[in-house]
C-alpha cells in the first residue's frame, strides 16, 4: 500500500535561516511526488512536483525539494525562510501506474518562521 | 484561471440532516477529485471522476455518501443522514487527464454537525 511519513509535526525556524520539511514515502512502482502548502481555512496550494529526470526539483515561491530514491525521501528545502512561509506543509504521493491519480497525503509540517 | 470554486465554504447542520455541497472545476480539467480532511490530519481521497464518470470510490465512502458530475463540469456531493463523524473539511480538486499534472484545490466547504 503507498503511505507517505512526514515525521515532524512541527519546524520551526528563524527568519533568514535555511528549512527542511522532511518526507518519505512508500509505493510499489515508480513515485509522483508533490509538495503542497496550506495556508488556514484556505485549500492546498501545488508548490512542486517530481515525476522523472532531475533529483532536485524547483517550485513556486524559492522552494525546491530533492527526490532520494535509496532513501526515499522527498524533502522540502528552502535557503532563506520567510515569515510569511509560516503554514501548513503537505507531501504526498501517488504511484506512476495508478491511472486514477489520487494522491496519498502525509498528515503534515506545521512551519513556523519567527522574525 | 479562475480556480476550482466550492460552495457553501461553510455548512452547520444538525445530525440526521441531509447536506449538498458543489465543486466547479478548472474550466479546461476533465478530471475532479473529492477529499475529506479532518483536524490535523491530511487529505483522504473519496473519489474521482473522469468527464461524468465516477472511476474510482474510496472505502471511507459510505452508502451515505454520493458523488455526481453529471454534465462533465461542476460536481456535487451528498451527504444524507449526516452523523457527528462526517464533521470536516470537504475539498474539491480539478487536473488535466496528463498522469504528470498536478491536483489544483478549492479552498473547500467546512462541514460542522451540531
Known amino acids: 500500500a503507498q503511505s507517505v511519513a512526514q515525521p515532524e509535526d512541527q519546524v520551526n525556524v528563524a527568519e533568514g535561516n535555511p528549512l527542511t520539511v522532511k518526507c518519505t514515502y512508500s509505493?510499489?512502482?515508480?513515485?509522483?511526488l508533490f509538495w503542497y502548502v496550506q495556508y488556514p481555512n484556505r485549500g492546498l496550494q501545488f508548490l512542486l512536483k517530481?515525476?522523472?529526470?532531475?533529483?532536485l526539483v524547483k517550485g513556486s515561491y524559492g522552494f525546491e525539494a530533492e527526490f532520494n530514491k535509496s532513501q526515499t525521501s522527498f524533502h522540502l528545502k528552502k535557503p532563506s525562510a520567510l515569515v510569511s512561509d509560516s503554514a501548513l506543509y503537505f507531501c504526498?504521493?501517488?504511484?506512476?501506474?495508478?491511472?486514477?491519480?489520487?494522491?496519498?497525503f502525509g498528515q503534515g509540517t506545521e512551519l513556523s518562521v519567527k522574525p | 484561471d479562475t480556480g476550482v470554486s466550492q460552495d457553501p465554504r461553510h455548512k452547520i447542520t444538525k445530525r440526521g440532516q441531509n447536506v449538498t455541497f458543489r465543486c466547479d472545476p478548472i474550466?479546461?480539467?476533465?478530471?475532479l477529485y473529492w477529499y475529506r480532511q479532518t483536524l490535523g490530519q491530511g487529505p483522504e481521497f473519496l473519489t474521482y471522476?473522469?468527464?461524468?464518470?465516477?472511476?474510482?470510490k474510496s472505502r471511507l465512502l459510505s452508502d451515505r455518501f454520493s458523488a455526481e458530475r453529471p454534465k462533465g463540469s461542476f460536481s456535487t456531493l451528498e451527504i444524507q443522514r449526516t452523523e457527528q463523524g462526517d464533521s470536516a473539511m470537504y475539498l474539491c480538486?480539478?487536473?488535466?487527464?496528463?498522469?504528470?499534472?498536478?491536483?489544483?484545490f478549492g479552498d473547500g466547504t467546512r462541514l460542522s454537525i451540531l
Open positions: 480538486a480539478s487536473s488535466l487527464t496528463s498522469e504528470n499534472q498536478p491536483q489544483h
Open positions: 509505493v510499489s512502482g515508480n513515485p509522483y
Open positions: 517530481y515525476i522523472t529526470g532531475d533529483n
Open positions: 504526498a504521493v501517488r504511484e506512476s501506474a495508478n491511472q486514477g491519480g489520487k494522491l496519498i
Open positions: 474550466s479546461e480539467h476533465n478530471r
Open positions: 471522476f473522469q468527464n461524468e464518470a465516477q472511476l474510482e
